[in-house]
């Protein structure tokens, strides 16, 4: 892989990293201003995944041969856009809580807040697996991520009994849950990534 693109893969990467960062502490502070500084990073997201999508695609040849190393980054480029359409989903939901005021339990507090961290180190793994496209990084990322995918199901579940018991409320759980599906779709769109990192590195 080119360094120019390892390079600008990991701007997008970084920018994601924040954006995740700055939700995050919007959740636990749940401000109009924690909320609306997590907002702020979208335009540097667009701004480094669209550099990256045109110089993919300047680089890219017109035969198919030649285009090879290509495809795979432009996927990357497609599974980051998603993530940062996800982050963007916590970002609109947070704003709900803060003007609607409400309230989560205890539980659910702790259940996003676990969730919300292991997104976070997840994330922050990539910018190392690209620039070593390390076969036994990515591996662990699998396993971690499944591990919190698994964890992140049953917080689900336990969920749906506290909605049950009338320990959730009726405002609060689709907020719940909406933060609880961009989170495991942030997961699952970082493994995606660590895959195809990995076959380019298999490739060269």
């Given at each position: 892989?080119?360094?120019?693109?390892?390079?600008?893969?990991?701007?997008v990467?970084?920018?994601?990293?924040e954006?995740?960062?700055?939700a995050f502490q919007?959740?636990?502070m749940l401000?109009?201003?924690?909320v609306?500084?997590?907002e702020?990073?979208?335009n540097e997201?667009?701004?480094y995944?669209?550099?990256?999508t045109?110089?993919?695609i300047?680089?890219s040849?017109?035969?198919?041969?030649?285009?090879?190393?290509?495809k795979?980054?432009?996927?990357v480029?497609?599974?980051?856009d998603?993530?940062?359409?996800?982050i963007?989903?916590i970002?609109?939901?947070?704003?709900d809580?803060?003007r609607e005021?409400?309230?989560f339990?205890d539980?659910?507090?702790?259940e996003?807040?676990?969730?919300f961290?292991?997104a976070?180190?997840l994330?922050?793994?990539?910018?190392?697996l690209?620039?070593t496209?390390?076969?036994?990084l990515?591996?662990r990322?699998?396993?971690?991520a499944?591990l919190?995918?698994?964890?992140?199901?049953?917080?689900s579940?336990d969920h749906?009994?506290?909605l049950?018991?009338?320990?959730?409320t009726?405002?609060a759980?689709p907020?719940?849950?909406?933060i609880l599906?961009?989170?495991?779709?942030?997961?699952?769109?970082?493994?995606e990534v660590?895959?195809?990192?990995?076959s380019?590195?298999?490739?060269s």
């Open positions: 892989m080119e360094s120019e693109a390892k390079q600008k893969m990991i701007k990467c970084q920018s994601l990293i954006m995740l960062e700055m919007g959740f636990r401000t109009e201003k924690s609306d500084e997590a702020e990073v979208q997201i667009r701004q995944s669209s550099e990256l045109h110089f993919l300047s680089k040849p017109p035969d198919k041969k030649g285009g090879e190393w290509t795979p980054l432009l996927s480029s497609s599974s980051f998603r993530m940062s359409y996800s963007e989903g970002v609109h939901r947070l704003k809580i803060v005021h409400i309230l339990s539980r659910g507090i702790k996003i807040n676990d969730v961290q292991e976070m180190d994330l922050e793994s990539l910018p190392d690209i620039l496209q390390d076969k036994l990515a591996q990322i699998g396993k971690k499944r919190t995918l698994e964890m992140a199901r049953e917080y579940e749906e009994e506290r049950f018991q009338g320990i959730c009726l405002d759980s907020i719940y849950a909406g599906e961009s989170l495991k779709a942030i997961i699952v769109h970082t493994v660590s895959g195809k990192i990995v380019l590195s298999l490739k």
